[in-house]
């Protein structure tokens, strides 16, 4: 909307990252919605960040301000459990975004904070994407690779090109984050 004349963008912040700015028809904050905050938050339903439409693709975008090192996943058996439960975590959030997100373009939800251009999704690419603020480098193929694993049957079914995991570098350089 226009409040009272000058044309305000979109920013979030979130794991001490700033995102954006957005124009407002572009993005769908998915996490702080009436659809997702009302009831299903409290029933153990979790939501990545936002959504962004830009340049013909649809971003389900999380952030994290930090990540167990993945070589973890080879270390302690405790430390191990920790590493599965936090993929699990973010894969469970992954797919319980898209549920929502195609539920409210189903109009079981109030489609309400969705604007027109993000409910013709139809020709749209859709893309996930993890922010991990603190990555390092050598991690982001190998954790990429646990992932697409783990969601292989949710990105056929949606049709899902890519599974992408950034940290702070290549976020900025993508221009998801200022």
């Given amino acids: 909307g226009n409040r009272g004349g000058a044309l305000m963008g979109v920013t979030i912040v979130e794991s001490d990252m700033q995102f954006g700015e957005y124009k407002e028809e572009q993005v769908f904050q998915i996490e702080k919605s009436e659809q997702y905050t009302k009831k299903l938050r409290q029933q153990n339903v979790r939501c990545y960040e936002f959504i962004l439409l830009r340049s013909n693709k649809l971003y389900f975008i999380e952030a994290k301000a930090s990540y167990p090192n993945p070589q973890n996943a080879k270390s302690s058996d405790e430390k191990k459990a920790q590493y599965l439960k936090d993929i699990q975590e973010i894969t469970e959030k992954m797919r319980h975004s898209l549920n929502l997100y195609a ?76």
């Fill in 103 to 178: 539920n409210i373009l189903l109009n079981r939800y109030s489609q309400e904070g969705v604007s027109d251009v993000m409910k013709n999704v139809e020709n749209v690419e859709i893309r996930l994407i993890l922010i991990i603020k603190n990555a390092k480098e050598t991690w982001l193929a190998p954790l990429q690779d646990v992932f697409r694993k783990e969601l292989k049957a949710e990105m056929r079914i949606w049709k899902i090109k890519d599974f992408f995991i950034l940290n702070e570098e290549r976020a900025r350089k993508k221009h998801f984050i200022v």
